[in-house]
């Protein structure tokens, strides 16, 4: 049986073999004892699979495909699908407005906002701008524009999304494998060929939409915490004390899941032709040695479906504020951050270049990170964009030098409690929608997804506490949910 070893109020290991380093696990004894079996098994078989030199366990850990979601697997020599998952490059984003909080009391104005928002960005599984009234429409021609630059020039002039936007994303756009985007449009051109992105027109009209499940647009008010410091990294962040601001959670839609798809198919036959076996049994934890083909193809897919997740962000926010400045004209809006959490990233750990896989793990870069050089944030850390629940609220942080320890990295939200098939069981539907309106929190839906109702995930403040006491990151603001667009859905992730 997995036992974690306590090294401190909220730092502990787990032994993972005779040859190898111990897991690291994040999260104070509240936490700790959310961890199952399962989710610490498959944090043992990640550490113990080929080229792999340290696992992460961060505080919103549970089972996941293959590798636990909410961790970080660090590998030199070799690329895993795993522990990326299948919404490559599901992300948060956050748009800051200046209005002021008392705009939104008025119920009928949040349900014209929330009327407005659904009347541009379709939510659920395979809906497109098609689906509603007022989306942007995508040319065809420039859906492969879209995959191959990411947020270039053209694409946001296309989409009609402000171009500064670009400076404030984590990755405004990805590069193939080589490092050029010639790879992917030669990589894409395959796929087409072959027939590999099955309804690929489709697919693209996707963009500028949110999936299903746990994906969700949210009205927020920023309460900045009261220090001086929060408050002059906030002012760097963009974020205004009191002020309405929009946060918002998706990845890479229909083009995402059918690359991850595709990738995972391909090296399980891989394995499978040539008699290699899966770490720990597992085909879930299918690998690439690089330089390989095979390694290559993967990068390419995940870079493009990147890509699109990184123009789907950005068009949902320009989406967002056009709602927004219907409803309330004079609205001014600006983004004050985009970053993912599935996505593996080509870093430095301990002088070593080597592929960080973070599945449902955020970026955690502190002040003077040689990665944050020449940006708005190379003086603070840039943002890190936590969600919780709409009752508990959401929060934005900020690294700090002990996230080194962590291979710069937090966890990407609260984390499950309950599995989607048990918490629709044991969750009564009243009390869940009982429960917004005691908030005074608006959404949507008719019948609030039980699966996605607050009760279902883990105590946020403990995970909030957790990351605090380990050193990791600071608090610099807390949001507090207004209403909630959501879609009952699976997800994509």
Same mark, same amino acid.
């Given at each position: 049986?997995?036992?974690?070893?306590?090294?401190?109020?909220?730092?502990?290991?787990?032994?993972?073999?005779?040859?190898?380093?111990?897991?690291?696990?994040?999260?104070?004894?509240?936490?700790?004892?959310?961890?199952?079996?399962?989710?610490?098994?498959?944090?043992?078989?990640?550490?113990?699979?080929?080229?792999?030199?340290?696992?992460?366990?961060?505080?919103?850990?549970?089972?996941?495909?293959?590798?636990?979601?909410?961790?970080?697997?660090?590998?030199?020599?070799?690329?895993?699908?795993?522990?990326?998952?299948?919404?490559?490059?599901?992300?948060?984003?956050?748009?800051?407005?200046?209005?002021?909080?008392?705009?939104?009391?008025?119920?009928?104005?949040?349900?014209?906002?929330?009327?407005?928002?659904?009347?541009?960005?379709?939510?659920?599984?395979?809906?497109?701008?098609?689906?509603?009234?007022?989306?942007?429409?995508?040319?065809?021609?420039?859906?492969?524009?879209?995959?191959?630059?990411?947020?270039?020039?053209?694409?946001?002039?296309?989409?009609?999304?402000?171009?500064?936007?670009?400076?404030?994303?984590?990755?405004?756009?990805?590069?193939?494998?080589?490092?050029?985007?010639?790879?992917?449009?030669?990589?894409?051109?395959?796929?087409?060929?072959?027939?590999?992105?099955?309804?690929?027109?489709?697919? *693209?009209?996707?963009?500028?939409?949110?999936?299903?499940?746990?994906?969700?647009?949210?009205?927020?008010?920023?309460? *900045?915490?009261?220090?001086?410091?929060?408050?002059?990294?906030?002012?760097?962040?963009?974020?205004?004390?009191?002020?309405?601001?929009?946060?918002?959670?998706?990845?890479?839609?229909?083009?995402?899941?059918?690359?991850?798809?595709?990738?995972?198919?391909?090296?399980?036959?891989?394995?499978?032709?040539?008699?290699?076996?899966?770490?720990?049994?597992?085909?879930?934890?299918?690998?690439?040695?690089?330089?390989?083909?095979?390694?290559?193809?993967?990068?390419?897919?995940?870079?493009?479906?990147?890509?699109?997740?990184?123009?789907?962000?950005?068009?949902?926010?320009?989406?967002?504020?056009?709602?927004?400045?219907?409803?309330?004209?004079?609205?001014?809006?600006?983004?004050?951050?985009?970053?993912?959490?599935?996505?593996?990233?080509?870093?430095?750990?301990?002088?070593?270049?080597?592929?960080?896989?973070?599945?449902?793990?955020?970026?955690?870069?502190?002040?003077?990170?040689?990665?944050?050089?020449?940006?708005?944030?190379?003086?603070?850390?840039?943002?890190?964009?936590?969600?919780?629940?709409?009752?508990?609220?959401?929060?934005?942080?900020?690294?700090?030098?002990?996230?080194?320890?962590?291979?710069?990295?937090?966890?990407?939200?609260?984390?499950?409690?309950?599995?989607?098939?048990?918490?629709?069981?044991?969750?009564?539907?009243?009390?869940?929608?009982?429960?917004?309106?005691?908030?005074?929190?608006?959404?949507?839906?008719?019948?609030?997804?039980?699966?996605?109702?607050?009760?279902?995930?883990?105590?946020?403040?403990?995970?909030?506490?957790?990351?605090?006491?380990?050193?990791?990151?600071?608090?610099?603001?807390?949001?507090?949910?207004?209403?909630?667009?959501?879609?009952?859905?699976?997800?994509?992730?």
């Amino acid at each position: 049986m997995n036992q974690l070893i306590p090294t401190g109020d909220a730092t502990s290991i787990l032994p993972a073999g005779d040859h190898v380093t111990p897991i690291k696990v994040f999260g104070n004894e509240s936490i700790r004892n959310s961890f199952d079996a399962t989710c610490l098994q498959q944090a043992v078989n990640c550490r113990q699979a080929p080229g792999v030199t340290e696992v992460i366990l961060n505080p919103d850990a549970h089972c996941g495909y293959g590798a636990p979601i909410g961790c970080v697997l660090a590998s030199p020599t070799h690329i895993y699908p795993g522990p990326v998952g299948f919404d490559i490059k599901c992300s948060m984003s956050l748009l800051q407005t200046n209005l002021p909080e008392d705009a939104v009391n008025d119920k009928r104005t949040r349900r014209e906002l929330i009327q407005a928002i659904s009347r541009r960005i379709p939510t659920g599984a395979g809906k497109g701008s098609r689906h509603v009234p007022q989306g942007r429409r995508v040319a065809h021609s420039i859906g492969n524009e879209v995959l191959t630059t990411g947020a270039s020039h053209r694409v946001t002039k296309e989409l009609q999304i402000p171009a500064l936007w670009t400076e404030r994303c984590e990755d405004a756009f990805h590069t193939g494998h080589d490092g050029n985007a010639d790879s992917l449009r030669h990589r894409l051109e395959e796929l087409q060929r072959v027939k590999g992105i099955r309804n690929y027109n489709q697919k *693209i009209e996707q963009l500028g939409s949110y999936g299903g499940g746990n994906h969700f647009g949210e009205c927020e008010i920023v309460e *900045i915490q009261n220090d001086e410091q929060s408050k002059s990294i906030a002012s760097v962040f963009g974020l205004q004390h009191r002020k309405i601001a929009f946060l918002s959670h998706c990845g890479s839609r229909g083009i995402g899941h059918r690359l991850a798809t595709g990738q995972f198919r391909a090296l399980e036959e891989q394995f499978d032709r040539w008699k290699i076996p899966y770490p720990a049994g597992d085909k879930q934890l299918v690998y690439a040695p690089l330089g390989t083909k095979e390694a290559d193809n993967y990068l390419n897919d995940m870079a493009m479906g990147a890509n699109f997740a990184t123009v789907n962000h950005l068009l949902i926010n320009a989406l967002v504020l056009e709602a927004f400045q219907e409803v309330i004209p004079g609205t001014q809006g600006d983004l004050v951050y985009f970053i993912s959490h599935n996505i593996a990233q080509q870093e430095t750990i301990k002088s070593v270049p080597t592929w960080v896989h973070r599945k449902g793990a955020t970026r955690a870069l502190p002040a003077g990170h040689a990665t944050l050089k020449n940006t708005p944030f190379a003086d603070t850390g840039h943002p890190i964009l936590l969600p919780g629940n709409p009752q508990a609220g959401s929060a934005v942080m900020v690294g700090l030098p002990g996230a080194e320890m962590s291979c710069y990295s937090i966890n990407h939200g609260a984390g499950r409690r309950l599995g989607r098939r048990r918490a629709i069981r044991d969750l009564d539907q009243q009390q869940v929608d009982a429960s917004f309106d005691e908030a005074d929190i608006l959404t949507n839906c008719r019948r609030y997804p039980r699966d996605e109702a607050p009760a279902a995930y883990k105590d946020f403040e403990q995970v909030v506490q957790s990351v605090e006491s380990a050193g990791l990151a600071k608090q610099v603001a807390r949001l507090h949910a207004r209403f909630v667009i959501k879609d009952a859905s699976s997800a994509d992730d």
